[in-house]
């Protein structure tokens, strides 16, 4: 049973260009949504995340959008660069406990 | 520090054949995690410990055994390895004061064949 849906699970952008990662939960009692970037032969780290007391969080070129409604949260990445080309990994959890759910992945290619 | 990190980098094993995929993390962290991970299929949790002396299963223990004699140390077991294991095998480490913030190792790809 996956519980974080995650897509797509390629995307070419262009550099300079918006990359736009969405996920969606099912499970209610998730209040805590980090992303994760992993580069080729690395582990994953985390990179934002956010809780759903606010809609969006921004640090730097990245912002995740949260719709609680919808169930859904979404990774933006601005003004991608070629150094932005990774996996990204969403995910969700309860706060303050150590199992996180991960969505399935999505490759980012910038092509200069 | 050196964070998590994880022996060996590379391992191929025979079907039957037995290894342990040693995790070790020097950030006094409680909580350790171990991930496989597989094309289209994301991270999924094998097994997991709160603390020395306690682990407990995650969504995919099957095949793999853990122990926590320590805080540092963290260690899998593949008692008789299946090709279905072959994978990349990621541990983690959680600061109990932020539970919800992994810290990833570098990874172990294990081919069995």
């Known amino acids: 049973q996956q519980q974080v849906k995650q897509s797509p699970q390629s995307l070419i952008v262009q550099k300079g260009g918006i990359s736009i990662i969405n996920c969606a939960y099912e499970?209610?009692?998730?209040?805590?949504f980090p992303w994760y970037q992993q580069f080729p032969g690395k582990g994953p780290a985390l990179l934002i995340a956010?809780?759903?007391?606010?809609s969006e969080k921004k640090e730097g070129r990245f912002t995740i959008s949260f719709n609680k409604s919808a169930k859904q949260f979404s990774l933006h990445i601005m003004d991608s660069q070629p150094g932005d080309s990774a996996t990204y990994f969403c995910a969700a959890s309860m706060w303050g406990y150590q199992k996180v759910t991960f969505g399935t992945g999505t490759k980012l290619q910038v092509i200069p | 520090n050196a964070g998590v990190t994880q022996t060996p980098k590379f391992q191929v094993l025979k079907t039957g054949q037995s290894m342990t995929l040693q995790c070790a993390q020097d950030?006094?962290?409680?909580?350790m995690s171990w991930y496989r991970q597989d094309p289209g299929m994301g991270l999924r949790l094998i097994h997991y410990s709160v603390g020395a002396g306690i682990t407990d299963q995650g969504e995919v223990p099957n095949g793999y055994n853990v122990s926590r004699s320590t805080t540092e140390d963290f260690p899998l077991r593949l008692l008789s390895a299946a090709p279905s294991q072959t994978s990349v095998y990621f541990c983690a480490s959680t600061n109990p004061d932020r539970p919800n913030e992994q810290f990833f190792g570098p990874g172990t790809r294990l081919t069995v064949l």
């Open positions: 956010i809780r759903p007391d606010v």
């Open positions: 950030m006094n962290h409680e909580y």
């Open positions: 499970n209610t009692a998730f209040d805590y």
